[in-house]
């Protein structure tokens, strides 16, 4: 089965667990989320272990995408917002680079500044390209660079508890901000 073909097979799973049938009254629980130990854009190491404790929002985006990655961001920042005193103490989110052979820790730090990013939550993540491939492929997300240089990619969004247990993925970029604030908030609440 290729990546890709593995991916949309694990979206129609997903689909089934959260978003089309209304939020479910508890969040399902996937399994333990797939780690990482990856490079912020401050250059400090960032792993999924060091953020036991908080809810964390994992996404996937690259600097040069310019369709769906810019969309994804604009919504996760309208969350932030949304989250007041929650966002950096309980909730954390993490972007995980689609291209970390552009997307340096400088290059990740204009962008997270362009989007105003709050930083104290926030962590943009990059590294060797073959942990990088490691990390996407343990969440399921298709990725894959074209011979023009542009890369073809899905949207993946998940919610990991405080216990680091995967809860819930949103598939592509149109899911409710509301929704995934929710759902946010309601780990917090369960913690």
Excluded at 49 to 66: K, P, Q
Excluded at 119 to 126: D, N, V
Excluded at 166 to 189: N, P, T
Aim: charged content about 15%.
């Amino acid at each position: 089965m290729t990546r890709y073909a593995a991916a949309l097979a694990l979206c129609g799973i997903l689909l089934t667990a959260h978003g089309f049938a209304g939020a479910p009254a508890t969040l399902p629980e996937i399994g333990p989320a797939p780690p990482f130990a990856l490079t912020s854009q401050d250059g400090k190491p960032v792993s999924l272990a060091g953020l036991r404790g908080e809810v964390v929002a994992v996404s996937f985006i690259f600097t040069g995408c310019s369709s769906i990655c810019p969309l994804l961001t604009q919504k996760l920042v309208e969350v932030q917002n949304a989250l007041g005193d929650n966002f950096g103490s309980k909730v954390r989110f993490v972007s995980i680079t689609l291209d970390p052979l552009n997307d340096t820790p400088e290059v990740l730090k204009n962008y997270a500044a362009a989007w105003n990013a709050k930083l104290s939550g926030w962590s943009f993540l990059t590294g060797p390209p073959d942990i990088v491939q490691r990390v996407i492929d343990r969440y399921g997300v298709f990725a894959a660079r074209n011979a023009d240089g542009a890369i073809d990619h899905t949207l993946l969004t998940s919610i990991v508890d405080p216990r680091g247990m995967l809860r819930v993925q949103y598939i592509g970029m149109k899911f409710d901000a509301d929704e995934f604030r929710h759902d946010l908030l309601a780990l917090v609440a369960s913690r």
